[in-house]
């Protein structure tokens, strides 16, 4: 049953994307710096058999969303992923390390698309706290990359622009830069293998905020001795 709720709120998600179409000038920049990390950071999705389109949303409080389209992705098993962007990122100037590590973050989910089942995705959305932590852990994923710079820059850029009722709700759903400092913090005071324990430990249950990192961190280190 879980798994026909996870399609059937695929299917929404997708379908309600409407596919309105950027400016030349603006795909060509958000397409520039998705072939880069394709190339670098994302090599999972790399393959000539993945298509990417890029398309214009508008809504204040999101600046890109990551989905596939619905029907060659599902029935013909085609590879056709999608990037939502809100133009407004291009009117509010927003910084190259910053959009890097927003793309970062919504390629993640298009390696979930690719690497997972899309219903195994679509069950993660269906509550507000896993929806919530499968976000956090996306972000976590992004620093593991070694894109942490890159994240808090884009949050510095983006919390400027939200609503104070918005600021707060991202600080909840999202990584903040304080988290993301802690856990790079963490990560320099570890071994290989101990990094490895952890990365393992936080993305399979992401903490939902900076005392619940801390508290799982020094019980990390507690069961290391």
Known sequence: MKKIVGLVFLLIFSLSSYAASLSKEHE?????IFDYMRK??????????????FYKIDNPNYFMESNFHIFPRLFLLKKKYRIGVNPLIFKE?????????VMAHELIHTEDYENRTVIGVGLKLLNKKSKRRYERSTDLRVVFKGLGHHLIQYKIWQYSLLTPEALIIKKKEYLTPEEINFVRDAFEKLTLDEKELLKKKWIKKTPLNLNEFKKSYFIFLEDLF
């Open 40 to 53: 670098t950071t994302h090599t999972s999705l790399k393959t000539k058999k993945l298509s990417m389109d």
């Open 28 to 32: 060509d920049k958000v397409r520039g």
């Open 93 to 101: 100037n927003i910084p190259r390390d910053a959009l890097l590590g």
